[in-house]
């Protein structure tokens, strides 16, 4: 199926899932945005439990395990098994979102695009401030987009990763966390950014202690919300969005390796149990 085909078939596709991939768990943030702001939808998530992390990882792995799982999530017989991919981690969006983007016959949006979108019309000439992962900050890709989004903005960065184990730890309000945090963020507070990007799927379960280290003039923007509105008004303007209630179970869940203990996690990323079991799948 060529992407000019997708017009054309907007009644058939209206009633498949969305996808939704992570590096892990962590891209359940972004699912729980997601199921709040569209809750006609239904969502096939896939955590690459197996090779996280991949904010460490080289631009080629990152690429190839992206283009895996969207091969997996669109593989249906004859027709897309999903109707848009939503990549939930924002390295693979960085690093893999916009080489495969031109490559897939269905939509594909990525939380940077998302982030940066809300970042630019929140300061459209001010300072925005962007923390993420290693691979994330050292592609650049938000000044990309923020170049062309808002182009008198001024723009910083900086990686932060020692967040995402201190979020897997379950350690949001340790005394070490603050200190840590401190530390990466100093830099930036300095400057005093306008709006502040929350580049990484792990970063909003830390944004009440990162709000308080930048104060109440830094606006702080996460995926989970940018990326949601993003795909709301796309599935919209394309004409595929759900009219009717999923039934029972909204989410199906994958991962590579250990789904027991990605279903022991997830509640605390998701804010609520995971109720149907999570299968294990090797791409
Ligand atoms: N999901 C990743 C991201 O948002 C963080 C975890 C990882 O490094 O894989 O960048």
Not at 119 to 140: E, F, H, M, N, V
Not at 163 to 179: A, D, I, K, R, Y
Not at 225 to 251: M, N
Request: aromatic fraction near 8%.
């Amino acid at each position: 199926m060529k992407s000019s085909d997708f017009r054309l078939q907007a009644s058939d596709l209206r009633h498949l899932p969305i996808g939704v991939f992570d590096s892990g768990i962590g891209g359940l943030t972004v699912l729980k945005g997601l199921l709040k702001e569209l809750p006609n939808e239904r969502f096939i998530y896939f955590g690459d439990t197996a090779r996280v992390p991949y904010g460490t990882k080289s631009p080629e792995a990152v690429l190839r395990y992206s283009r895996e799982i969207c091969r997996f999530l669109l593989k249906g017989k004859g027709s897309p098994q999903v109707k848009m991919i939503v990549a939930a981690c924002n390295t693979a969006s960085a690093l893999a979102v916009p080489i495969l983007k031109k490559e897939l016959p269905v939509p594909l949006i990525g939380v940077v695009e998302a982030g940066a979108g809300a970042a630019a019309r929140l300061a459209p000439q001010g300072t925005i401030a962007i923390i993420g992962t290693k691979a994330t900050i050292k592609s650049s890709i938000y000044a990309k987009y923020l170049k062309r989004l808002a182009p008198k903005s001024k723009i910083l960065s900086q990686a932060c990763p020692l967040f995402v184990p201190l979020v897997e730890e379950g350690w949001l309000n340790q005394p070490v966390t603050h200190e840590i945090a401190r530390i990466y963020l100093e830099p930036l507070t300095g400057k005093k950014p306008d709006a502040l990007i929350l580049g990484c799927t792990h970063y909003p379960l830390l944004k009440e202690t990162i709000s308080r280290i930048f104060g109440p003039n830094t606006a702080v923007i996460d995926s989970p919300t940018a990326v949601a509105q993003k795909v709301k008004d796309e599935l919209i303007r394309l004409g595929i969005e759900s009219k009717c209630r999923p039934q029972k179970y909204k989410t199906q869940f994958f991962v590579s390796d250990d789904p027991k203990g990605f279903e022991r996690s997830a509640r605390f990323f998701l804010s609520r149990p995971i109720l149907k079991s999570v299968r294990l799948i090797r791409l």
